[in-house]
């Protein structure tokens, strides 16, 4: 079984670009591209297969059809056609507004839903570019909500200048945002929870502020405060350059001149591949080999036993399992 494309959902925001779309390499009639869901199983918003025998199926059909062969067993078997991963390109014109995501318990609990813990690997940025991540000072829930009332929150809040090659985690409970000029792969658990603490005094397109979630935030907050909030790996060539190892996911960072070998024998699991630099092709033990380029995601099925990463010239991949 061959690795499966997926035609993006790209996602207008006020705070969205042009970037995504000539990274892409798609034409576009829009200058607003905040995301592209990669692949995505949040309903209403499920990707769909781009090409082959199974174009035009949803991701949740497919593995209602394929199950464990696509997903892996033990996946299948937990998560059943609900597709665990989120995954994502994110270009920030402007600064996001500060968030926070409840965790599994309390998101169940309010919405019926899963939490949301995630991470940005940064693909590129522009000079000056920041993100904010974690508190920078101790705070109770009653000083938080003081700081949201009186527009300081952004004081109490570490901020980082970034380059491309920055990693950040970000466990649900995590205050945090983008900010301009930051373009990051996103992967993260299925959700669409999120708390909006901050956003500026913006407008919405209706010209009304758009709605804060402050009481609601006030527990899903984790006040603990760290030393630093970066993620720090050793980057290296051709080899794999293992990331973020979290219940929710694996990453990994692959950063090719000369092909490579995984060995996916062990791995119940699906494995995604996003293609963050150049081009090449992916080989299973199959012999199906399927191109890659930049800003591509491909989704390797769980019955691939070994992968091969070919690249054309420069190949630096961004991939995930559970």
């Not at 993260?188 to 402050?214: F, M, N, W």
């Amino acid at each position: 079984m061959r690795a499966f494309k997926f035609t993006p959902l790209l996602k207008s925001m006020i705070w969205g670009g042009n970037r995504i779309a000539s990274y892409k390499g798609i034409a576009v009639d829009r200058s607003d591209i905040g995301e592209s869901w990669e692949l995505s199983g949040v309903k209403g918003d499920e990707s769909v297969v781009a090409e082959g025998e199974y174009a035009g199926m949803t991701l949740p059909e497919l593995i209602g059809q394929l199950k464990g062969e696509l997903v892996g067993h033990a996946v299948y078997e937990r998560h059943g056609t609900e597709f665990p991963l989120l995954v994502k390109f994110i270009d920030a014109r402007q600064d996001l507004s500060i968030q926070v995501h409840p965790n599994d318990v309390l998101a169940r609990m309010r919405h019926g839903k899963n939490g949301k813990t995630e991470m940005w690997y940064v693909v590129a940025a522009d000079r000056g570019a920041h993100l904010k991540s974690g508190f920078s000072e101790q705070l109770t829930p009653a000083e938080y909500e003081r700081k949201v009332a009186d527009h300081t929150l952004t004081d109490a809040l570490c901020d980082y200048s970034v380059t491309a090659g920055d990693l950040f985690f970000l466990p649900a409970g995590r205050v945090h945002a983008i900010c301009a000029g930051t373009f990051v792969a996103e992967i993260q658990q299925t959700s669409d929870v999120t708390y909006r603490i901050y956003d500026y005094g913006r407008t919405g397109a209706d010209g009304k502020p758009r709605e804060l979630h402050t009481e609601l935030a006030k527990d899903a907050i984790d006040y603990t405060v760290l030393p630093d909030y970066r993620s720090h790996y050793v980057a290296a060539k051709n080899r794999e350059v293992p990331l973020v190892s979290c219940p929710y996911f694996v990453t990994s960072l692959y950063d090719l001149d000369r092909a490579f070998v995984r060995d996916l024998s062990e791995l119940d699991s699906f494995l995604i591949v996003m293609c963050i630099e150049g081009s090449g092709a992916l080989c299973d033990d199959e012999g199906n080999e399927m191109p890659i380029r930049q800003g591509e995601t491909l989704l390797v099925p769980a019955s691939a036993r070994l992968l091969r990463l070919l690249p054309d010239e420069h190949l630096k991949l961004l991939t995930g399992h559970l």
